[in-house]
């Protein structure tokens, strides 16, 4: 990660974690290719659970046509 400047929160080799500071440098795209416009993105997570993308500032527009199940759990009513 010191190669290309990375910044790291918080690393364990032995238990294979990480996560990541914002990498501005990283894109991510809709599946039409489309870039999203955010703030900033960032890796975290665990070999043995899996690895994600955290990516923070999306409309909620945005949020609501691309993750529409998560927008629906969190904006559900009781």
């Not at 416009?37 to 993308?53: C, L, R, T």
Request: glycine share 10%; charged share 30%.
């Amino acid at each position: 990660m010191l190669k290309n400047g990375i910044g790291i929160n918080d690393d364990s080799p032995e238990d294979k974690f990480i996560n990541t500071m914002i990498i501005p440098e990283l894109k991510v795209f809709d599946n039409k290719q489309t870039e999203l416009k955010g703030w900033g993105a960032y890796f975290i997570g665990m070999d043995s659970d899996g690895f994600e993308i955290q990516f923070g500032g999306i409309t909620s527009d945005l949020m609501q046509s691309e993750f529409k199940h998560h927008y629906d759990e969190y904006y559900k009513t009781e």
